[in-house]
Nanobody
Framework: QVQLVESGGGLAQAGGSLRLSCTAS????????MGWFRQAPEKAREFLAAISWSDGSTSYADSVKGRFTISRVVINNTAYLQMNSLNPEDTAVYYCARSPSMNSLRVGVSDYWGQGTQVTVSS
């Protein structure tokens, strides 16, 4: 079993920044990928970014490319999502997820999900 715990959500003003963290515990493997998703009220879950745990390669959705940055610290089993230039449309519950591959994450397939953290951006 793998547990994923997100933190770092909260309230931000438009134009501001937040950094989300996702720490994995339990059975962790090096040959995996972690990613971030979000879900706004009455909207489908949206893929945002993914990172390969082994080599740190990354992938982003067009909607956040250039504003959001995914990173990881392997020794801490933690992935991060740095979010800059936030706008009210970024308001959502943000989830981290783990998957055997980045391709799986890009299409929303994951074997483990975190509980989510709320991000609210005011105008």
């Amino acid at each position: 079993q793998v547990q994923l715990v997100e933190s770092g959500g909260g309230l931000a003003q438009a134009g501001g920044s937040l950094r989300l963290s996702c720490t994995a515990s339990g059975r962790t493997f090096s040959n995996t990928a972690m990613g971030w998703f979000r879900q706004a009220p009455e909207k489908a879950r949206e893929f945002l970014a993914a990172i390969s745990w082994s080599d740190g390669s990354t992938s982003y959705a067009d909607s956040v490319k250039g504003r959001f940055t995914i990173s990881r610290v392997v020794i801490n089993n933690t992935a991060y999502l740095q979010m800059n230039s936030l706008n009210p449309e970024d308001t959502a519950v943000y989830y981290c997820a783990r998957s055997p591959s980045m391709n799986s994450l890009r299409v929303g397939v994951s074997d483990y999900w975190g509980q989510g953290t709320q991000v609210t951006v005011s105008s």
